[in-house]
């Protein structure tokens, strides 16, 4: 089983919630979502795993069973080409959970006419392969967010 945790300190949401019909539908897969605290901060791996993906805006950490999460901060934040953000590991680096990936300011990206929730996706799962999501409550970066069998 794989325990994923909070990216990011905020309120979780359940994945409905995110104002993006690929997410809120379920589309990429099933998860939760967190409306982060408007400060700077680092998002953090919800796994101990390989980055096999990395974007300024969005990350794919696979572990050790294969599962890939993916952290995207902020909704249609591709449109920002990276500004605001800072990349903090190489694709195809090892991470460990709660290790900072990438550093950005959600209020920056509010300013810029995005919104700031960060879906939390378990890639190539079944909704019924997830237990225990948060959907609702104030979460901090490292706070379990599902567990995925």
């Known amino acids: 089983m794989t325990t994923v945790t909070s990216p990011l300190a905020g309120r979780a949401i ?6 993006d019909p690929v997410f809120s539908g379920a589309m990429v897969g099933p998860g939760t979502a967190i409306d982060p605290v408007r ?3 680092e998002a ?6 390989v980055v096999v993906s ?12 294969g ?9 249609d934040t ?19 959970r709660g290790q900072a ?16 929730v960060c879906p939390v ?8 392969s997830l237990g225990d999501v948060v959907e609702d409550g104030e979460v901090k970066a490292g706070e379990q967010l599902f567990s995925w069998q």
Do not use: C, M, Y
């Open 39 to 41: 400060e700077p901060s």
């Open 78 to 96: 591709v449109q920002l080409n990276g500004e605001g953000f800072e990349l903090l590991v190489n694709k195809g680096d090892t991470v460990t």
């Open 44 to 49: 953090v791996s919800p796994v101990d795993g």
């Open 67 to 75: 599962h890939g999460v993916l952290t995207h901060l902020g909704i």
């Open 14 to 19: 359940g994945l409905a919630a995110v104002p």
């Open 54 to 65: 990395l974007h300024p805006h969005a990350f794919v950490v696979v572990d050790g069973e």
């Open 121 to 128: 996706v378990a890639l190539e799962a079944t909704a019924d």
């Open 101 to 116: 990936v990438v550093r950005w300011n959600p209020a920056a990206v509010e300013e810029a006419g995005k919104s700031p």
